[in-house]
């Protein structure tokens, strides 16, 4: 196992409590900053490599340095603690396991880009993480470390979590916003951004629960030495939700580099596929991203082995590659549909679009139907044609990524695996199992 | 299972419903309302009737319209009643890959209900939902605050006997974390 900075004395009992995190160490990345200029703050993290951990891997110093700062105006930070993508659930593990670390993230965050004023939007489906979290702000202003004056440091936090209510489109960024002003969650049209007009119109950034968080140990140990791990550009530990058909489903903390052939094999982490099946397809980075064969997801085209990096699970393009995404690492064995799989998902993108863009509301509701009818075995040679047509005109059409997220996974079960979808045409239902049973049942 | 009991929260309610509003800055209380509307779905019944909606906006002072508008949009918004004991069970993808269909079928057949309905003594309604990152531990459902993970049928006989036991309505934001 390497370097844990995230998930480091998880099992010591009380590390949810203030007095727990506090005797591993906790609040003193909170001292060593108050005692740094805010702008190095930002400089330490630019140092440091680390991109943003809720999918997109944009550079959060790099981010943090295009926050507009009119003078008189407040700026505010957002924690984005919505975490819906499917395959994805590091972050709820970490919240609930450890929140005082989000929460001495949050102050160290806010203190350099001079918010006074901070949310933690979290979805309200995860209600018993929201009290979670509320007591642990409690217990952070009981002790100073929030509140007025915040241990003789001049700076100001007021720390509040807010609770969604149910719509994965509240995890992109602007929906959010809206979300968190009382509103319907429709995405905004960008630009003006965030770090421009976000909250109520004021400057904002906003990152995922894992990027705040990994700012306490890049404090602790210096951006350069958090830098030296991992892999070029992929620097740094990365939390992997691990899930599907393997021995040891669960939360990883990787350094980034990791051999995908080892990560899904060791007993380290996933511990292989389950009953000695073989893989079939890996959705590398949460339901969004490109779903690969076996061959390519442990080996690029080229045959290098493929890593767990930004760069390496990318190389190729989304010809032979796929994403690291939010890291919801969802594996399939030699048993399942991938037709179904993607049916399922297209289900899924149908049910959570907003609805403002024609191409992304009428466009999921089509390839939905359509899965649904292949899967029913009443599908035509032509409807294969016709889905890959279909998510080409979602695909950049949209006001906001999600189109992409719901085309993407269409077309790569298309490029892959149309053998299969060949299959259900000619034979009906393909002869790969339909659905998975729980504890080997036999009948209900 | 309308209410014509006098629609207003417990003092509890309205105590945390204030606090919650000091979070947001002078003028932007609208901010509250998606709290506010787990609140009342824990004080009234589990589910959000036009009156409730209305009351809503009276207490937030803006236009039932704003309420309305967010209800229809987040699917965590009961508009119509519910059973006391709304079963949540997770069905996208890494659930499926585990067998979460199987749970939806058992407890159709278990409960003699399909997906969206309500069993006739009003305890039990069942629903299916997009995941809840719990992914790892699948299959898995959620009932009131309380994740249930690593199903078995087993298991979810010995979940929902508890609940038919206990017979106390489960709401996401809980009713006895409404205090403080
Ligand atoms: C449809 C959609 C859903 C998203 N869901 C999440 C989410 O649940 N959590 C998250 O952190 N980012 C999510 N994002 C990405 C956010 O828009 C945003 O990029 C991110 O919160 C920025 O934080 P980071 O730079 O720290 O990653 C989503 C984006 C899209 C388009
Ligand atoms: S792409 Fe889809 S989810 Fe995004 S704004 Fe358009 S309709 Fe809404
Ligand atoms: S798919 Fe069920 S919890 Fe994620």
Sequence with gaps: MGRQLLLDNLDKPGINTLNGYQETGGYESLRKALQMKPEDIVAEVQKSGLRGRGGAGFPTGMKWSFLAKPPGEPRYLICNADESEPGTFKDRYLMQRKPHILIEGMIISSFALGANTSFIYIRGEMMYVYHILQKAIDEAYAAGYLGKNILGSGFDLDLHVHCGAGAYICGEETALLESLEGKRGNPRIKPPFPAVKGLWGCPTVVNNVETIAAVVPIIRITGEEYAKIGIGKSTGTKLISASGHINKPGVYEIELGVPVEEFIYSEQYCGGIRNGKKLKAVVAGGSSVPVLPAELILKTANGEPRLMTYESLAEGGFATGTMLGSGGFIVMDEDTSVVKNVWNFSRFYHHESCGQCSPCREGTGWMYKILSRLLDGKGETKDIDLLWDIQRKIEGKTICPFGDAAAWPVAAAIRHFRSEFEQYIKNGKSDVKHYYRINNLQEI | ?180
Aim: hydrophobic content about 40%.
């Design chain 2, 1 to 180: 299972m309308a209410t014509n009991k006098e629609i207003k929260f417990s003092d509890d309610a309205l105590a945390l419903i204030e606090k919650i509003i000091k979070r947001y800055p002078e003028g932007k209380h609208k901010s509250a309302i998606l709290p506010i509307l787990h609140i009342a779905q824990a004080e009234f019944d589990g589910w959000l009737s036009p009156e409730v909606m209305d009351y809503v906006a009276s207490v937030l002072k803006i236009q039932p319209i704003e309420v309305y508008e967010v209800a229809t949009f987040y699917t965590m918004f009961n508009l119509k009643p519910v059973g006391k004991c709304l079963i949540e069970v997770c069905h996208t993808g890494p659930c499926w890959l585990m067998g979460a269909e199987d749970v939806v079928r058992y407890i159709e057949k278990k409960l003699g209900i399909k997906n969206g309905e309500t069993t006739a003594d009003g305890m039990f309604t069942l629903k299916t939902v997009e995941c809840l990152a719990s992914c790892g531990t699948a299959p898995m459902m959620q009932i009131g605050e309380t994740y249930h993970e690593n199903l078995t049928l087993e298991k979810v006989d010995t979940i929902l006997e508890e609940h038919r036991n206990a017979g106390v309505r489960r709401t996401h934001w809980e009713k006895e974390k409404i205090k403080s």
